[in-house]
């Protein structure tokens, strides 16, 4: 049974076409996703009208636009969403969706969304934090771009107005994150600080990071990917393909495994070799019948089928019950 919980993130790279995001719905279900998420907003309700880009979006879109001219092309309708949603049912794969107002919010509850996704930028968007605590769901915090102290406010208004579970995810919102800014202790120290579940949503490149965080205990993964790097928007190219994205999960699902129960414990596949690898005491020498075992004349080696080396001291001292030729292993009687 799978633990951690990976969410692919489709976001805005579906560039406002169906037809795309049904695309990654099925690239997402192919790789084994838990989730594929996407982005629910009105553009004219998450800007003002001549809110700037970010640099990184400057970089991939015209740069002369406003931040709201691009993500106007960016928006699904509802009508999209509940085609993108029946779709994730068909092809057995969860529907999510991050909301950036309190009415998208109300829309994907309505649609029927079994938890909350909500962005790093949201984390200090308290009329938002107040309405999603009411909604009584379990929700999924990114916490790019804050402090602790800004994580706990957040943590605070959510559990005031009925939330219950909270899974915080350690975020750096670059688009990508330099490998030296992820700081991925930060998850464990937020783990320490509040108690919950912690996980860890990833923008660099490649997929070592979101692995390694993982094998540190992360219980949800978000990861971005994309039908193609060099598709024009914002996110292509700090995402995964979809053959990268399959290689990811299939690493997190091999670590899963790896990391074990924690029992330390001979594990069935090895059992075999025990008696292979470990040592019997031998007859270093000739030994005569009634001699005694000396420092001299026992020694040990390869196989393990015979007395432990770790009973050296039972037998030193002891009479030979028989005679022994040099590597006879030391029947277990002797001792």
């Not at 633990?3 to 579906?14: F, P, S, T």
């Not at 838990?34 to 003002?48: A, E, G, I, R, W």
């Not at 998208?104 to 999603?132: F, H, M, P």
Request: glycine share 6%.
């Amino acid at each position: 049974m799978n633990n951690v919980v990976i969410i692919a993130e489709a976001g805005v790279n579906h560039n406002g076409r169906l037809d795309l995001a049904l695309k990654l719905v099925d690239a997402a279900a192919e790789a084994g996703a838990d989730y594929v998420k996407f982005q629910t907003f009105k553009s004219n309700k998450l800007t003002v009208k001549e809110a700037p880009k970010a640099e990184y979006q400057k970089q991939t879109t015209d740069s002369a636009e406003t931040q709201q001219d691009m993500l106007k092309r960016l928006e699904l309708t509802d009508e999209m969403h509940r085609t993108i949603k029946n779709h994730c049912d068909k092809k057995g794969i969860k529907f999510l969706s991050t909301p950036f107002d309190t009415d998208s919010l109300e829309y994907l509850v309505e649609l029927g969304v079994d938890c909350i996704k909500l962005s790093s930028g949201d984390i200090t968007n308290y009329e938002l934090l107040r309405a999603v605590g009411k909604t009584g769901k379990d929700v999924i915090l990114s916490t790019g771009m804050s402090t602790m102290e800004d994580v706990e406010d957040a943590f605070k208004v959510l559990k005031r107005f009925g939330t219950q579970r909270i899974i915080l995810l350690h975020c750096n919102t670059q688009y990508p994150t330099p490998f030296s800014d992820v700081n991925l202790r930060a998850m464990l120290s937020l783990k320490e600080k509040f108690g919950c579940d912690v996980g860890y949503s990833d923008h660099t490149l490649g997929t070592e990071v979101p692995v390694a965080a993982v094998a540190m205990g992360a219980s949800v993964i978000e990861k971005h990917f994309t039908l193609d790097k060099t598709m024009d928007g914002p996110d292509h190219k700090a995402s995964l393909e979809p053959g990268e994205l399959k290689s990811m999960v299939s690493q997190i699902r091999n670590i899963e495994m790896a990391l074990g129960t924690g029992d330390k414990t001979p594990s069935d596949s090895e059992k075999g070799n025990m008696k292979v690898a470990r040592k019997s005491i031998v007859a270093k020498c000739d030994i005569s019948e009634g001699e005694c075992f000396t420092e001299e004349n026992i020694t040990a080696k390869r196989p393990g089928s015979g007395i432990s080396p770790m009973k050296w001291d039972n037998l030193i001292g002891k009479s030979a019950k028989k005679s022994y030729k040099e590597d006879d292993i030391i029947d277990i009687s002797e001792l």
